[in-house]
C-alpha cells in the first residue's frame, strides 16, 4: 500500500474528496469545484477545478481519465487523456474537459467529471547505441498489419 497525502483547497469544503465508489474500482472519481456553473459547447473544452492538491512519493504518476458514464451519455473527455500529475506536482488538479457530444454539457459543483487512477512509474535511463535489436516487426506500424 503508497501513501498518498491530499488536501483539500481553501473555500472548497463542501466538494468531496475523491473516493472510490466500489471496492474493485481503479480510480478515484474527481470532483467538479466550479464556482459557478460551467457550459461546455459541443467541439469546445474548459478547465475544470478539483480543490484538491497532492504529495506523491517519487515513482508514482497520478493519471486523469474520462469517465465511462460521461463520456458514453454525453460525448464527455479529457482532452489530454490521460491527463499526467507527476510527483513532484503540489498545485491543484484540473481536468480539461472536452465535449465531443452534439449538445451543450453543464458542469455543476459537485459534480464526478472524471477520475484519478495511480501508476507506478520505473526508474528509466535512456542508451544512446548505434544501431537497435532487430524484431520480426521491424518499423511496420500506423496499421502495418492490414487491420
Given amino acids: 500500500m503508497l501513501d498518498v497525502q491530499i488536501i483539500q483547497l481553501p473555500g472548497n469544503e463542501d466538494i468531496p474528496l475523491p473516493v472510490k465508489m466500489s471496492s474493485g474500482a481503479s480510480g478515484f472519481d474527481l470532483y467538479a469545484a466550479v464556482s459557478e456553473p460551467v457550459r461546455i459547447e459541443p467541439g469546445k473544452w474548459k478547465l475544470i477545478p478539483t480543490g484538491v492538491a497532492l504529495s506523491m512519493p517519487h515513482g508514482l504518476e497520478a493519471q486523469v481519465r474520462p469517465r465511462s458514464g460521461l463520456a458514453l451519455k454525453h460525448g464527455l473527455t479529457v482532452l489530454n487523456s490521460p491527463g499526467t500529475i507527476d510527483a ?60
Fill in 88 to 147: 513532484d506536482y503540489r498545485g491543484e488538479i484540473g481536468i480539461i474537459l472536452l465535449n465531443l457530444g452534439e449538445q451543450p454539457y453543464i458542469v455543476k459543483r459537485g459534480d464526478r467529471v472524471a477520475q484519478l487512477v495511480f501508476m507506478q512509474i520505473p526508474d528509466v535511463r535512456l542508451q544512446v547505441v548505434e544501431q537497435l535489436d532487430e524484431t520480426s516487426r521491424g518499423t511496420g506500424g500506423f496499421g502495418h498489419t492490414g487491420k
